[in-house]
């Protein structure tokens, strides 16, 4: 697992029997199938928290990915504010499309010190934490 991805209250650890996570395990809030699928009911639900590993300041790809899972049907809308130097944005991304892939969240400017968070108050449907990359754009 990434150092420093801090995970609020009740999300659950959760080793794919297909083993198509990044890492030993992805997360997922409880309710629905307990895959993270057919998520509701924020009450209670922390966020996630990623810190992102900028060395140098510039325009990178954040790409995002989610284990294959066939039951992944359900629209979704996961909540992502990206935090650095100060400025913050908020997106959404659709969790149930091309699971197993890896999803472009778009071209964004980042520092050193730069965090990724999944609001969780403001998600629905499938929402799990497993990974993020970036990639530097010249």
Do not use: C
């Amino acid at each position: 697992e990434t150092p420093g991805v801090t995970f609020g209250a009740k999300w659950r650890s959760l080793h794919n029997a297909n083993g198509d996570q990044i890492g030993q395990s992805s997360h997922y809030p409880p309710g629905g199938h307990g895959w993270g699928v057919d998520f509701s009911d924020s009450t209670g639900v922390g966020d996630v928290t990623y810190p992102l590993p900028v060395k140098k300041a510039g325009k990178y790809k954040l790409l995002w990915r989610v284990p294959y899972m066939h039951s992944a049907k359900t629209e979704s809308s996961t909540a992502l504010e990206i935090s650095s130097s100060g400025d913050v944005k908020r997106i959404t991304v659709n969790q149930s499309i091309g699971t197993g892939t890896w999803q472009e969240a778009g071209v964004f400017d980042f520092a050193p010190g730069s965090t990724l968070k999944i609001i969780a108050s403001k998600s629905y449907g499938v929402v799990i934490a497993d990974g993020f990359a970036l990639v530097p754009q010249s």
